[in-house]
């Protein structure tokens, strides 16, 4: 079976300061995808950014960046220069080739302060 | 603008009522899932389909069962309604593909009372 653990329930950031959430995921599937959602205080969620377990290279989009350690199991989100736009619950998942079903953690809410 | 849509924000039910949640979604994707959102507990999967009249259990269906007869809409049903089903619910589709994104409804708060 697949987990995904987010060890930090809460964090906060100033305004322009680089954040890093973590997230750490197990499967025995070589075959799998991580990604990154963001669910801001509208509810409706969106894909922050995605990364394929067979590339080493970090996925980015933007201000957002992965540290992907694929031996630890590791799956980190680093936000440079955050906007207030940015506080949200970012969720982690991780699919596989096992099945389609999308595994979530349990979220971490960013609050970025002004 | 690919479109996930419940049919309810916000609901309130009472125990015992069998209850009706509604998704669609115009983008034509095989795969629908209902989740369940809980403070702390993140979202957890009550059911997914991958084709029409397919279905297959999450990681905690007791209590719902669900309903899949056009490609286009998934509906997740509460057969007796209890207070524990108080819950945020999420409706997500998504093609075909390891690696595809997946589109959420807007959510439903149900309220059990």
């Known amino acids: 079976a697949q987990t995904v653990t987010q060890s930090q329930p809460e964090m906060s950031v100033q305004e322009a300061e680089t954040v890093t959430l973590s997230c750490t995921y197990d499967?025995?599937?070589?075959?799998?995808?991580l990604f990154w959602y963001k669910q801001p205080p509208s509810r409706q969620m969106i894909l922050v950014i995605r990364?394929?377990?067979?590339?080493?290279q970090n996925a980015t989009e933007n201000r957002f960046s992965v540290n992907f350690q694929k031996a630890a199991k590791s799956f980190s989100l680093k936000i440079s220069d955050s906007q207030l736009g940015d506080t949200a619950m970012y969720f982690c998942a991780v699919t596989t080739s096992g099945t389609y079903k999308y595994i979530f953690g349990t979220g971490t809410r960013l609050k970025v302060l002004a | 603008d690919v479109k996930v849509t419940q049919s309810s924000r916000y609901l309130v039910k009472r125990t015992g009522e069998k209850v009706f949640l509604e998704c669609v979604q115009d983008?034509?994707?095989?795969?629908m899932f209902w989740y369940r959102q809980d403070p702390g507990l993140g979202l957890r999967l009550i059911y997914f389909?991958?084709?029409?009249?397919?279905?297959e259990k999450g990681d905690i269906p007791e209590g719902y069962s669900v309903s899949r007869e056009k490609k286009e809409r998934f509906s997740l049903i509460l057969e007796s309604a209890s207070t524990n089903q108080t819950s945020m619910y999420l409706c997500?589709?998504?093609?075909?593909?390891?690696?595809?994104?997946?589109?959420f409804g807007q959510g439903t708060r149900l309220t059990v009372v």
């Open positions: 389909s991958y084709d029409v009249k397919m279905k």
């Open positions: 499967t025995s599937e070589n075959n799998y995808y």
């Open positions: 983008m034509d994707h095989e795969n």
């Open positions: 997500a589709s998504t093609p075909v593909g390891l690696n595809t994104e997946a589109f």
């Open positions: 990364q394929e377990a067979y590339k080493q």
